[in-house]
């Protein structure tokens, strides 16, 4: 498909309103957009002019919508907008829960959609770049992105392969078909007249030089919204993440907001200021604060560390209370390593951040193998250990980093709670009370659809515990082993009979540490590195 651009005068990048932009966006084209929840990095000003101009003109029309990073509110912002019928005929996305209008359309089977790995996903755009075919992983196996499974096709519509199984040296991989993207829209802070583009204000990078190579080296029009531009060759070069030749359009919007709803600039998340240690930030002590705390104890000294969006998300801020913070590294798969870890849609605005890699780099490391330890938030769990979170009550949200973070870190803490739907407890006197039982069992016979595979798990050698506010569970050959219980909660009223299926009572089951269940510091010390 040939795309039309607008023509550089003098080497001057186009300047054009939003509503101009969207013009060149023809029918059938394929849209990569960039940005993550609570507004990150997202070009809301494109994103809005494009959703207006169908509403309005029913153009363009079927457009392949690529998005690697869940961005949006949960709600109404993000890709929501574009969720109007005839505008998108097929979606492929990391994540798909914070645009929760585009992810009803597949579920009502009115567009295709498919889901990779937040990783591949971003790892498929650089072979696209490359002009390559795809990738080869061995993440995913065992997963709802097997082809032996789902494929990762998340409804009936959708019909062709994108991942084939290959064995290479006796070993099974999985084949991502890399999608050439040919309409970008991503965002940055400034540019120069030439579209040179820094990020001093953004909370990160994500994959913005990924997305802009891709779709120039498949001969499309990058967009790119920024806050203003400055005279050619005024930025400083080290600053430039995106270089001018890569971008077709600059649209400057002098209202851009770093995040959602805020103030323009959070100098703390931007990086530029940092919190010092007389400002303490603390969780209550409720059910959410005794997950992160009996989390924490799975965390050594020198360790290197994911953690994931939900209840996971604490344990960042109890190491802080517990004075530890500093004797590890926590990072995100977006892109952070170290700091205060956020909470909420806008995950990854973290603050006292060490360093900012581009996610995309972030992957290849996780990859790898270089996670000791990962903190992530489950939905459901069966008696293989196999966890699920793309699908929930038959809503789609989308695996995310999910799977590229729990296949190869060496040791996967999911966190959680037993059972869902308004339960309600509290910690009083060093127990735990129930005080409402959650209406919906976490803790499932079989799962339908599988984004952790437990079997995987254990042939790789990996350790896995299952932490709620009242049970710890780990998983060996024979299933899930019952090994702590909450203070305060009766083993088969509140325990085994709030579950579906029956698992290993361990010979040594124990209380939970009676430090979790008070106020105050704990007085926790980490244990010494493992490597």
Request: aromatic residues 6%.
């Amino acid at each position: 498909m040939k795309i039309n651009k607008p023509s550089r005068i003098n080497g001057r990048v186009p300047v054009l309103s939003a509503q101009e932009a969207v013009n060149y966006i023809p029918d059938e084209a394929t849209l990569c957009i960039l940005g993550a929840g609570g507004g990150i990095l997202e070009a809301t000003t494109l994103i809005t002019a494009l959703a207006d101009k169908y509403q309005a003109t029913q153009s363009p029309r079927d457009l392949s919508i690529i998005s690697p990073t869940g961005l949006g509110d949960r709600a109404d912002r993000g890709i929501s907008p574009l969720a109007q019928e005839g505008l998108v005929k097929w979606a492929l996305c990391g994540h798909w829960g914070q645009s929760p209008r585009i992810s009803e359309l597949a579920e009502q089977n009115k567009i295709a959609a498919y889901n990779y790995p937040q990783g591949v996903l971003t790892q498929t755009l650089r072979a696209s770049a490359a002009h390559q075919p795809g990738i080869l992983s061995d993440i995913g196996i065992g997963t709802f992105v097997d082809p032996r499974q789902q494929g990762g096709k998340l409804n009936d519509v959708t019909k062709e392969d994108l991942i084939k199984l290959v064995e290479i040296d006796n070993k099974e991989y999985l084949y991502y078909k890399a999608i050439a993207p040919n309409v970008a829209f991503i965002r940055a802070t400034t540019c120069d007249s030439e579209g040179y583009a820094s990020f001093e204000d953004e909370v990160m990078y994500l994959d913005a030089l990924v997305i802009a190579q891709a779709v120039h080296n498949n001969g499309g029009i990058v967009m790119m919204q920024v806050q203003k531009m400055v005279k050619k060759a005024t930025l400083h070069p080290k600053s430039v993440r995106i270089p001018g030749y890569l971008v077709d359009i600059v649209v400057v919007d002098a209202d851009q907001t770093q995040l959602y709803g805020g103030a323009p600039v959070n100098r703390f998340i931007s990086g530029d200021f940092t919190l010092d240690d007389s400002t303490q930030l603390t969780l209550p002590l409720n059910q959410r604060k005794l997950v992160a705390r009996r989390a924490l104890f799975e965390m050594r000294k020198g360790a290197v560390g994911n953690v994931g969006v939900g209840i996971a998300d604490g344990i960042g801020l109890v190491a802080r209370e517990e004075g530890c913070a500093d004797d590890f590294v926590l990072t995100v798969e977006t892109g952070p390593v170290g700091g205060i870890t956020s909470q909420g849609v806008a995950f990854g605005a973290n603050v006292n951040t060490r360093a900012i890699l581009d996610m995309t780099s972030q992957f290849d490391f996780y990859h790898g193998g270089g996670l000791d330890v990962c903190y992530l938030s489950f939905a459901e769990v069966d008696q293989h250990g196999n966890v699920g979170v793309h699908k929930f009550n038959g809503k789609i949200m989308g695996t995310g980093g999910f799977i590229d973070i729990s296949a190869t870190s060496q040791k996967i803490i999911f966190c959680g709670t037993l059972t869902a739907g308004s339960l309600k407890t509290e910690i009083t006197d060093g127990k735990l009370n129930i005080l409402q039982e959650g209406r919906v069992k976490k803790f499932v016979s079989e799962l339908p659809e599988i984004t952790f595979s437990g079997k995987i798990a254990l042939e790789r050698g990996l350790d896995v515990r299952y932490i709620t506010e009242r049970a710890v569970f780990t998983l060996k050959q024979d299933g899930l082993h019952l090994i702590e219980i909450a203070p305060g909660v009766d083993l088969q009223r509140d325990i085994l009979d709030k579950m579906d299926f029956s698992p290993v009572i361990s010979p040594d089951l124990k209380l939970m540490d009676t430090r979790l269940f008070t106020d105050g510091t704990m007085g926790f010390t980490l244990p010494g590195a493992t490597h």
